[in-house]
Antibody, heavy 118, light 107 residues
Framework: EVQLVESGGGLVQPGGSLRLSCTAS????????MSWVRQARGKGLEWLSA????????YYADSVRGRFTISRDSSKNSLYLQMNSLRADDTAVYYC???????????WGQGALVTVSS | IVLTQSPGTLSLSPGERATLSCRAS???????LAWYQQKPGQAPRLLIY???SRATGIPDRFSGGGSGTDFTLTISRLEPEDFAVYYC?????????FGGGAKVEIK
């Protein structure tokens, strides 16, 4: 069974940094691209970033390019999102998901809450 | 690519048919169009990929169609568990954009 578990969320001050992790199990991690999506309270889904299965290609939404960095470590079956220069409007639940050109975002984690507030 | 979903809210009764629309600002290759369902407090769930292929375990009352710039998700007979928010997404080109969502609520 595919399982994705996000961790690293919490409260951070504006301008601060946070690193989210997503630990994968139940599938061959190195065969799948991965993606981050967020959802502010009461709002829709916002795609943030994606990374190819090898890590050789990364993609970002304009809203986070230059502030967020996606990376992966296949030896640890883990995906990361380094978030810098955080703003109040980055407050949201952050989801990781598997990503393929065949099926899109097929499997999702349960989400991690990030709150940016002083 | 901007995806616009309509209507924003659909009020229907169990057993009725729901038709949700997703219109793209430019042509989307149908092999890269997906639909997701999200219930309150839960992560989204993949329903349909490649515009018309059901994901594993998705009942056949859910169907997707369309091409070019116009896509639809149809729920043939609404079950109580189908009342939720639905999102379309194109996943072939960065940025991988989502539609704004469409809520199917009980009338």
């Amino acid at each position: 069974e595919v399982q994705l578990v996000e961790s690293g969320g919490g409260l951070v001050q504006p301008g601060g940094s946070l690193r989210l992790s997503c630990t994968a199990s139940g599938f061959t991690f190195s065969n799948y691209g991965m993606s981050w999506v967020r959802q502010a309270r009461g709002k829709g889904l916002e795609w943030l970033s994606a990374i190819s299965n090898t890590g050789g290609s990364t993609y970002y939404a304009d809203s986070v390019r230059g502030r967020f960095t996606i990376s992966r470590d296949s030896s640890k079956n883990s995906l990361y999102l380094q978030m810098n220069s955080l703003r109040a409007d980055d407050t949201a639940v952050y989801y990781c998901a598997t990503w393929t050109y065949v099926m899109g975002l097929a499997s999702w984690g349960q989400g991690a809450l990030v709150t940016v507030s002083s | 690519i901007v995806l616009t979903q309509s209507p924003g809210t659909l009020s229907l009764s169990p057993g009725e048919r729901a038709t949700l629309s997703c219109r793209a600002s430019q042509t989307v290759d149908s092999i890269y169009l997906a639909w997701y369902q999200q219930k309150p407090g839960q992560a989204p769930r993949l329903l349909i990929y490649a515009a018309s292929s059901r994901a594993t375990g998705i009942p056949d009352r859910f169907s997707g169609g369309g091409s070019g710039t116009d896509f639809t998700l149809t729920i043939s007979r609404l079950e109580p568990e189908d009342f939720a928010v639905y999102y379309c997404q194109q996943y072939g080109f960065s940025p991988l954009s989502f539609g704004g969502g469409a809520k199917v609520e009980i009338k």
